[in-house]
């Protein structure tokens, strides 16, 4: 019979051990390394593309490596409003532009892209988020393959007009350009004109005195436009509009990460959302001073004229709402705690 001595019994018993315990380290994902494709649509130059290359770092330090991103800026690989699709299907593992591009899908997603006449700043809608509205949102997302880890919203837009816009009363035969959708059912209803038109569009439209004003960006982005070297009037802070960019994830990649790396991609998540809130506050702060200073106005609407909007857009997420399910339990969840908030009755 073979004797085994204690010297030669330790390094044995040892390397057993270390042999376990890396095939459990193995099994709870933690020396797997892991990648994931995401493409945003904007310029890595840009604020929010500064930002969220910041995100990429964040994650990949945190995670030491082991998850690894490749962004694609400037929608590289596919058009911004495909990019959802993209990464559901598995061309790329992630969306980082917004729910709004996919209201053509389901009109639920308006609710998850700009809610528009709902929260006064980023921080109540992401109240909302962490306060029930997460599970809300997920069963849209989860319905068409993806998982939403969260948004980053650079606050409310502010409008850029030829002619004052102190009210409501001044939207009365007011001609603008609109983005499609929501938007020019909200303004009309308010008796505004809208004209829907692209993006590119805008400043020539304004030039060339083919309308009043426009609905383009925040005021910082619209001064850096030149909007407001061609017409006086703007609103500030605004209230209108508030889109939200998201960070949506393929669903099965999703599930793949082992929990420690969801969570990294999750706290580095609400790292972005902060640091754009404030980024984007202080920006606005600033363009606010300068256009005052050479002699744009600027209209702060009352609480009273608020809510007048508010209720105008409430009217029409309802019928925006109608025929999706997922939609209208938005619409629902928005309401209740627009109320919780003390912003609707």
């Known amino acids: 019979m073979q004797q085994f001595t204690k010297r030669a019994f330790v390094p044995t018993l040892v390397a057993s051990a270390l042999a376990l315990a890396a095939g459990t380290v193995q099994a709870d994902g933690h020396d797997e390394t892991y990648k994931l494709r995401i493409q945003t649509h904007y310029a890595p130059e840009s604020v929010s593309g500064e930002l969220a290359a910041q995100f990429v770092d964040d994650v990949q330090v945190m995670s030491n ?42 009109p639920a997603f308006q609710f998850v892209g700009d809610i528009m006449g709902g929260y006064d700043t980023p921080y109540q809608q992401h109240a909302w988020f962490f306060n029930g509205g997460e599970e809300v949102a997920q069963k849209l997302y989860n319905k068409y393959d993806m998982e939403l880890i969260g948004w980053w919203i650079y606050g409310q837009e502010s409008l850029a007009s030829s002619k004052p816009i102190a ?140 809510n007048t909007f508010r209720a105008a857009a409430q009217d029409a997420w309802t019928d925006f709402a109608e025929g999706s399910p997922e939609a209208e339990a938005l619409v629902e969840s928005h309401k209740t705690f627009l109320r919780q908030l003390g912003l609707s009755e």
């Open 167 to 306: 009210g409501p009363d001044d939207l009365k035969n007011w001609k603008f350009r609109s983005p499609p959708g929501l938007e020019t059912k909200i303004f009309e209803n308010l008796g505004a004109k809208p004209v829907v038109m692209d993006f590119t569009e805008i400043f020539t439209a304004l030039e060339t005195k083919l309308i009043d004003g426009a609905d383009a960006s925040g005021l910082a982005n619209n001064m850096g436009m030149g909007l407001y070297d061609l017409v006086k009037h703007a609103n500030y802070p605004g209230f209108h509009s508030m889109p939200s960019d998201h960070l949506a994830i393929n669903k099965q990649k999703w599930d793949e990460l082992p929990e420690h790396l969801q969570r990294i991609m999750k706290v580095s998540m609400q790292k972005l959302a902060f640091q754009t809130a404030i980024t984007f506050e202080i920006k606005n702060a600033e363009a606010a001073d300068q256009l005052a200073a050479e002699g744009v106005t600027l209209y702060a609407w009352s609480q009273e004229d608020r």
């Open 65 to 106: 490596g082991q998850l690894e991103i490749e962004m694609f800026y400037s929608s590289s690989v596919v058009k911004s409003v495909e990019t959802f699709d993209a990464a559901a299907t598995g061309i790329l593992d992630g969306d980082m532009t917004g729910g709004g591009y996919q209201t053509g899908k389901d």
